[in-house]
């Protein structure tokens, strides 16, 4: 069993930054890959982006290519998201997982115009 929080979201202005953490505990999965997901209000979750166990191999949405980075810390059982140029379309509930199969709650990020 992976339990998994994320944490660092908030308000922020269209153009701002912000970096998501997820923290892992209990069995942790070091070695599957991780990623972040989001949901916008009333619409469907979409995959942002995903790293692999080594941290080696990235891949992004081309709707935040470019903008968002993924890494982990493997010592530290953390993934980051670094999200700069916020857009307002932005603006949702950011899950990350681990191997698809444990989820986190979420933090919700709000970008305003």
């Known amino acids: 069993q992976v339990q998994l929080v994320e944490s660092g979201g908030g308000l922020v202005q269209a153009g701002g930054s912000l970096r998501l953490s997820c923290a892992a505990s209990?069995?942790?999965?070091?070695?599957?890959?991780m990623e972040w997901s989001r949901q916008a209000p009333g619409k469907g979750r979409e995959f942002v982006a995903r790293?692999?166990?080594?941290?080696?191999?990235?891949t992004y949405a081309d709707s935040v290519k470019g903008r968002f980075t993924i890494s982990r810390d493997n010592a530290k059982n953390t993934v980051y998201l670094q999200m700069n140029s916020l857009k307002p379309e932005d603006t949702a509930i950011y899950y990350c997982?681990?191997?698809?199969?444990?989820w986190g709650k979420g933090t919700l990020v709000n970008v305003t115009s």
């Open positions: 790293i692999s166990g080594s941290g080696e191999s990235t």
């Open positions: 209990g069995h942790t999965a070091r070695w599957n890959y």
């Open positions: 997982n681990s191997g698809g199969v444990y």
